[in-house]
């Protein structure tokens, strides 16, 4: 079986990520196999749970307040209303739920205390429940998962060095020490980033090398491309090519065979056919419902007849939890 790497070097994924695209589809789909069922796809559902007003000024982000994008300010929704969005999900076959809140940073109030009763809430009907709020403390890092929080999301975005070119109101250190704080909280992570932001094929690269080399991989390495909205300073970049995505897929299947990987924004523009191409790529996971957060998605419905038309199946709950404690259980016995 190939041996998972945390020391890869920036020369070697270059070369990974420069192979000839189908033999790199290759290369990806057997690792694929050695570490995964390649029928099944993990599938997670987004609802935006406070909308819109953000002070910061990502460059992509329909929510920042100082962009005129026409997304309306919403409060923070009720609990009720949100677990409701969840039984829904998981009836059309949702494992995954993650609540996102247009802030810069976790703050401790009442708000915060309203998600922990959400996050609670979540758990208890047995979904994976994730979180995407902004920065957090390690003492806040800590209540979520006290609350049973599975995992939190806090993409990198794309290289360090590409950084300051897309957002100014926190830096990467920032977001490395919030994905420290999760992982000292025993929250397994979801960090990835954006394809379409303006960025080389060297920073791409780079931002792979970042994720690939930490000290452990991601859980979920969700990889997104640049859903264009009008009103945000990125909204006249050219659309993202399926092939573009199916390179940073496979690349990153192979930096990081365990991890899930991610088909995420921007499958509203692709067709079944090009979504399959990722699957073999090595994509193992998805958001479905008709919104990613304020962007278009696929419905369930969509995604429903693509996994009929693809057999494919959804990925179980806790599944990696559940055959370890199964194969303890064989062991003691």
């Known amino acids: 079986m190939t041996t998972i790497r945390n020391n890869w070097t920036l020369e070697e994924i270059k070369d990974l990520y420069n192979t000839p695209l189908l033999e790199l589809v290759y290369r990806a789909a057997t690792i694929h196999r050695e570490y995964n069922d390649t029928a099944e796809v993990q599938v997670c559902t987004l609802l935006s749970i406070k909308t819109g007003g953000c002070t910061e000024d990502c460059a992509y982000c329909p929510q920042a307040a100082r962009y005129n994008t026409g997304v309306n300010v919403q409060a923070l929704m009720q609990k009720d209303e949100v677990l409701e969005f969840a039984r829904r999900a998981k009836e059309a076959g949702s494992t995954r739920f993650c609540m996102g809140a247009a802030w810069r940073e976790v703050r401790d109030n009442r708000d915060f205390d309203r998600v922990i009763d959400m996050v609670k809430g979540v758990n208890e009907m047995g979904m994976e429940v994730c979180c995407t709020l902004g920065m957090l403390t390690e003492s806040q890092a800590q209540k979520l998962a006290d609350a049973g929080l599975y995992s939190y999301n806090h993409n990198l975005d794309t290289s360090a060095d590409h950084y300051d070119k897309i957002i100014s109101t926190r830096t990467y250190d920032d977001r490395l020490k919030t994905l420290d704080n999760v992982r000292k909280a025993g929250v397994t992570v979801c960090c990835g980033g954006i394809v ?54 496979a690349t990153a299947r192979i930096l990081m065979p365990k991890s899930m990987v991610r088909l995420s924004a921007g499958r509203a523009e692709m067709s079944i056919a090009e979504q ?36 494919l199946k959804p990925r179980e709950a806790f599944k990696e939890e559940k055959e370890m404690a199964a194969l303890t259980t064989t062991v003691t016995a």
């Open 276 to 311: 399959a191409f990722c699957f073999m790529a090595g994509a193992n996971s998805i958001f479905t419902g008709d919104k990613l957060l304020t962007t278009p998605n696929p419905s369930f419905g969509e995604d429903q007849m693509m996994f009929e038309m693809l057999g």
């Open 196 to 249: 379409g932001l303006g960025e080389t094929h060297e920073d791409r690269v780079k931002m792979l090398h970042t994720l690939s080399t930490m000290p452990e991989h991601p859980d979920s390495v969700p990889i997104n491309a640049l859903v264009r909205v009008a009103g945000t300073p990125l909204q006249h970049n050219d659309k993202v090519q399926v092939w573009d995505m199916v390179r940073m897929i």
